[in-house]
């Protein structure tokens, strides 16, 4: 059955320094995944996405992550964050082998400190 | 747009009770989802709709939790003799299509006592 790791459960990060949250997941076959965020008193929202094309992708406030297929990867990385960055990142792989299931990872909670 | 929304956010209730959380998708969205998420955890999948039928329902516990969505749109999530144990925050989302962005809901705080 197919199983998320998200290696670090909290990230303490000084405003400004990089940033990389690390997701791995068990089986590539047929999977889409993605990062959500929840920010603090609010609901779970996407951040970015890999379905298919080119590897890396981005988002709108800096964040990228990379499906690296042979390592069953999908970290996410910022070069630069942000105090408004603290938040509860969670990695999920969507796959249609044996059903269609979304599996979470247990989160990384990201705080970015002044 | 109305996004996903749930209610009752919150539900207390005792130990055997039944209850019953209701889900009502972003308007045209065919998937929609039910998961559980305890603290300090994940999102735990329950179930998978694609229009009326369950198409994945391999997360539901036990046989005490039941879902439907009769017509496609609105979804309810039953949980026959409750336990301490399905305390629990349940979320619901729903999406265009299986494998695309999920769309959540508020949740539902659910308390047994």
């Known amino acids: 059955a197919q199983s998320v790791t998200q290696l670090d459960s909290q990230v303490p990060v000084f405003e400004e320094a990089p940033v990389e949250l690390r997701c791995n997941y068990s089986s590539s076959v047929s999977v889409y995944l993605f990062w959500y965020v929840q920010y603090p008193n609010q609901g779970l929202q996407l951040l970015l996405k890999y379905l298919s094309g080119s590897t890396l992708v981005e988002s709108i406030n800096g964040f990228e992550a990379e499906f690296n297929k042979s390592q069953t990867s999908f970290h996410l990385r910022k070069p630069s964050v942000h105090i408004s960055d603290t938040a509860e990142y969670f990695c999920a792989v969507s796959t249609n082998t044996g059903g269609f299931k979304t599996i979470f990872g247990a989160g990384t909670r990201l705080f970015v400190k002044a | 747009g109305a996004g996903v929304s749930q209610t009752p956010s919150n539900k207390v209730t005792e130990k055997g009770k039944y209850v019953e959380l209701r889900c009502d998708p972003i308007s045209g969205h065919t998937a929609l989802y039910w998961y559980r998420q305890s603290l300090g955890q994940g999102p735990e999948f329950l179930i998978y709709?694609?229009?009326?039928?369950?198409?994945?329902d391999s997360g539901l516990p036990n046989d005490r939790f039941f879902a439907v969505r009769p017509e496609g749109s609105v979804s309810t999530l039953k949980i026959q003799r409750t336990e301490r144990g399905d305390s629990a925050v349940y979320l619901c989302?729903?999406?265009?299509?299986?494998?695309?962005?999920?769309?959540f809901g508020p949740g539902t705080r659910l308390t047994v006592l």
């Open positions: 709709f694609q229009g009326t039928g369950a198409a994945d």
């Open positions: 989302a729903s999406s265009l299509i299986w494998g695309d962005t999920q769309y």
